[in-house]
């Protein structure tokens, strides 16, 4: 999950090398935590921030084939 994250996101912005993803696990929920440049913030996040709703869609779905546990993404 992490590395589709990534590479989502190394599309959507202009500093690539600014992306960091970090995973978190717990018993039930993975949170995936996406961070990026400042000026890069509002590629991320879309207009009315449709393209972060995409990229959560796309994880959940790839997520839900391997596990039961809930998948978050969180962009800071």
């Not at 999950?1 to 978190?24: H, N, Q, Y």
């Not at 990026?36 to 991320?44: E, F, L, N, Q, R």
Request: proline share 3%; hydrophobic share 45%; glycine share 6%.
């Amino acid at each position: 999950m992490k590395e589709l994250v990534e590479t989502i996101a190394r599309a959507l912005v202009d500093d690539p090398a600014s992306v960091v993803v970090t995973e978190t696990e717990d018993e039930n929920q993975i949170t995936l935590s996406l961070t990026v440049a400042p000026d890069d913030m509002g590629k991320v996040i879309g207009k009315q921030g449709r393209i972060a709703k995409a990229i959560r869609t796309v994880v959940r779905a790839a997520g839900g084939i391997n596990t039961d546990k809930k998948i978050m993404v969180d962009i800071k």
